[in-house]
């Protein structure tokens, strides 16, 4: 089986603010675009293409010269992240994240990644949080705007790096929000929704219908799957 874990909200608790104020920087540095983290708005289940590209538009950027600054963004973006993360990010784990990790890796689960972080900061954040060595393989924010992209991209990659495909039913994108559901349903893939991030609750996330929804990581040993 092959598990397609979200980052903020679902392995950390939220987006720690270093990743606000690197996307802060970066849209500053590339694009002339002064603005402070609390300007970025709702971030959760989104792509930081998706949520850079909404901040440009309101600041009138037309889109020409949005997508060409993209690239610079992404470098400027993981350049001040790494100048200003902590060294340490184990307190923003959830409850019991690096324990699940481990008890699928024990039961023989293959793990990547699809998040809407940027690579760079994705790899940088995981590490940070003690968690990264778990992770073959993913897919990532700075590869398309839209979430819906990424499962594509993550299978094949699991392909080249587990060396064995994986049916549609023996995959499952776990994530904290509609849109981590929304994902892995447009890609045919059975999808696990966790309340431990910011902004959806159990019921709210129910609501949306993933094949399950559990509380926090450690649940997910509760489930029927063959393991
Ligand atoms: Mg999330």
């Given at each position: 089986?092959?598990?397609?874990?979200?980052?903020?909200?679902?392995?950390?608790?939220?987006?720690?603010?270093?990743?606000?104020?690197?996307?802060c920087e970066a849209l500053r540095s590339v694009y002339?675009?002064?603005?402070?983290?609390?300007?970025?708005?709702?971030?959760?289940?989104?792509?930081?293409t998706a949520i850079t590209s909404r901040l440009l538009a309101a600041a009138g950027c037309d889109s020409r010269a949005a997508e060409a600054g993209l690239t610079s963004f992404y470098t400027a973006a993981a350049d001040a992240y790494d100048r200003i993360v902590d060294a340490d990010l184990s307190a923003y784990r959830t409850p019991h994240?690096?324990?699940?990790?481990?008890?699928?890796a024990a039961r023989g689960a293959s793990l990547g990644l699809v998040t809407g972080n940027i690579q760079r900061i994705a790899w940088s954040k995981l590490g940070a949080a003690g968690l990264a060595r778990h992770f073959g393989c993913g897919a990532f924010g700075d590869e398309a705007e839209a979430r819906d992209a990424l499962p594509p991209l993550a299978l094949v990659r699991a392909r080249e790096i587990f060396g064995r495909d994986f049916?549609?039913?023996?995959?499952?994108?776990?994530?904290?929000?509609?849109?981590?559901?929304?994902?892995?349903?447009?890609s045919g893939l059975r999808?696990?929704?966790v309340a431990t991030g910011p902004e959806?609750?159990?019921?709210?996330?129910?609501?949306?219908?993933?094949?399950?929804?559990?509380?926090?990581?450690?649940?997910?040993?509760?489930?029927?799957?063959?393991l």
């Open positions: 089986m092959l598990f397609l874990f979200d980052i903020d909200g679902t392995l950390l608790r939220r987006l720690p603010p270093a990743h606000r104020r690197a996307l002339g675009i002064a603005l402070e983290s609390v300007d970025l708005g709702p971030t959760a289940g989104m792509t930081d994240a690096a324990e699940a990790l481990e008890w699928l049916a549609p039913d023996q995959v499952y994108v776990v994530g904290d929000t509609p849109a981590d559901i929304a994902c892995g349903v447009a999808t696990i929704a959806h609750t159990l019921e709210h996330l129910r609501a949306c219908a993933p094949d399950f929804v559990i509380a926090d990581l450690r649940d997910l040993e509760t489930l029927p799957l063959p």
